[in-house]
């Protein structure tokens, strides 16, 4: 019956497309019936491929610039690929109630104001690999831009893999969505971070964040990863972060791992709680206090995170401007608040704080040093090869030697697991994690408490 459906949209779409001329070309039915590669070079081919491209077929983009590209069509079998060089760059791609697409390579451009490089709603199966999203503004850094990288609402299966997103407002807002994988990819040049509400089955896995530029002078306090509960009846569900690399080690204010519900803070309760939290191997090096924050989850394991205060952190207040704000110099920390259940393992931070509202949290194995006392502060426990720096350090840094009195107890992230070296580089393998992430998300019962571990 759907595919019935599908042919008769498809026929619809052919007759609205005669009255503007997108009619297949002879050479897009040949590679039709082969069910080969169609090549495009301009925006008008592009859409006629997207139009008349049966399943399993690839359209291959030429270098150079494409108009918005807007995608509404279910894909009844193999997924069609839209490829391409960096070089090819589309303004603007947006998939509303669309399904069964990957696109592979090419570059991604959001346009001025708000509007988005990537923008998926109603969709599903969709996927996104070694492609680059970028804002517009001609600033080399992301100080002016308005533009988010992409936005992912209502949607289901869907993979950000191996890409890049830079020179934008906001890495990405994620909302409502089922079946969510973020693996391997380069997050940089940004003032926000990824922005989750009410999506349930979702991994950020294997991404670097680096080189966050905040504006001070409006007040921005930015966050690499936020899950939040505002306005919605329930938190997210069925999430790991794991192996991220949150580099922060310039004197700015950038938290790294922030759940949080609005309510709670509020001292009201919440409309809804998050559930079933695992993060794990995550190393980040900063100077915000939220190195890893969590409220109002219910089943939370943090383990093998590496939290560590840049020489910022215990430098204190520098004032950008005199309307702005300070970089504040805290000290990192992990924070519990308001868990039912949870345990925090082989973790090395420098501050660690489970506030009397948690019950039934756990806490073994940790190593909480002191970062305002020098030699503490710049290779604690003298877990490292030498002494950390200020700036963005690479990952090797941050590799705990197995000597040490850390290394011997196991604490501390692997850094090989950690950041986009160690991502999954199956595609195929992902979109198959989505879907079962998105079926098992939805079998929960999200009207009753999640019971602890036996």
């Keep these: 019956m759907k595919k019935r459906i599908i042919t008769v949209a498809v026929l619809l779409a052919g007759v609205g497309a005669m009255a503007v001329g997108l009619l297949p070309q002879p050479s897009l039915l040949a590679a039709q019936a082969r069910g080969d590669m169609v090549d495009v070079a301009d925006g008008t081919a592009l859409q006629n491929a997207v139009m008349w491209a049966r399943a399993g077929s690839t359209i291959r983009l030429a270098a150079g610039e494409y108009p918005l590209l807007v995608i509404k069509r279910e894909v009844d079998g193999a997924p069609i690929r839209i490829i391409g060089p960096r070089e090819a760059r589309i303004n603007q791609l947006q998939f509303m109630k669309a ?9 991604l451009v959001g346009g001025i104001g708000k509007a988005m490089p ?6 599903k199966n969709i996927m996104l690999t070694g492609v680059k999203l970028t804002g517009s503004t001609p600033d080399p850094g992301p100080r002016w831009e308005e533009s988010n990288g992409m936005v992912i609402r209502a949607s289901e299966n869907i993979v950000l893999a191996l890409s890049e997103a830079t020179h934008v407002k906001q890495i990405a807002s994620i909302r409502d969505s089922w079946g969510v994988v973020i693996e391997g990819n380069h997050f940089t040049n940004s003032r926000e971070g990824l922005m989750v509400r009410a999506t349930h089955g979702m991994v950020i896995r294997h991404n670097l964040f680096l080189g966050w530029e905040p504006r001070f002078d409006i007040r921005e306090h930015p966050d690499m990863i936020q899950f939040f509960t505002q306005q919605v009846p329930t938190g997210s569900t069925m999430v790991t972060i794991e192996g991220n690399y949150l580099s922060a080690g310039l004197d700015r204010a950038i938290q790294a791992i922030f759940i949080r519900s609005e309510a709670f803070e509020a001292g009201r309760e919440p409309l809804g709680y998050h559930r079933d939290f695992t993060i794990r191997h995550n190393v980040y090096y900063g100077s915000s206090r939220h190195g890893i924050s969590i409220s109002s989850v219910r089943g939370v394991v943090v383990e093998n995170n590496t939290i560590i205060g840049s020489p910022h952190a215990f430098v204190g207040n520098t004032p950008r ?3 702005g704000r300070s970089s504040v110099g805290w000290q990192p920390a992990i924070i519990a608040a308001g868990i039912s259940w949870g345990r925090l393992a082989n973790n090395i931070t420098a501050l660690m704080a489970i506030r009397a509202e948690s019950v039934g949290m756990s806490e073994t194995n940790n190593f909480v040093y002191k970062p ?17 720096v200020a700036g963005d350090l690479p990952l090797s840094a941050f590799a705990v030697l197995p000597q040490s009195g850390n290394g011997k107890a196991g604490r501390g992230a692997d850094i090989r697991r950690v950041g986009p070296g160690a991502a999954i580089r199956d595609p195929d393998a992902l979109m198959r994690e989505a879907v079962a992430l998105t079926a098992a998300a939805r079998r929960q019962d999200l009207t009753t408490d999640l019971p602890p571990p036996q």
């Design 99 to 107: 399904a069964g697409w990957r696109v592979e390579g090419l570059t």
């Design 372 to 388: 305002r006392v020098l030699n503490d502060g710049v290779n604690p426990g003298k877990s490292f090869a030498k002494p950390l």
């Design 118 to 123: 990537l923008d998926i709603a109603l969709s």
């Design 321 to 323: 401007d005199p309307k």
